[in-house]
């Protein structure tokens, strides 16, 4: 599994676990999601570094890819193929 779906996961579930704890102990629905998000992004930093390093590096791997752009590819070679204006060619002989 991806470590931005395990990381992005986590996070979810400790968010969803510390509302409902808070809601069932009667707290108001805004400052129980705001408490639960305070909670899963403190919890998420100081015991899941090393998945969150993963996801770090599966960024900076994805960053140092070239993009490739198949479109644009196949329209250069359509118009390398027929001549079209604009290649140093003309368009009708």
Known sequence: MSPWIQYTLLRLGIFG???GLL???GLDWWW??????????TVSYIFFSSLRDAVALDLAARRERPAVDRDAEAEDAVSDESGAPGNGTPAHP
């Open 17 to 19: 676990a510390g509302l």
């Open 23 to 25: 809601l069932a102990i």
């Open 32 to 41: 129980a999601a705001i408490i639960a998000s305070v909670i899963a992004m």
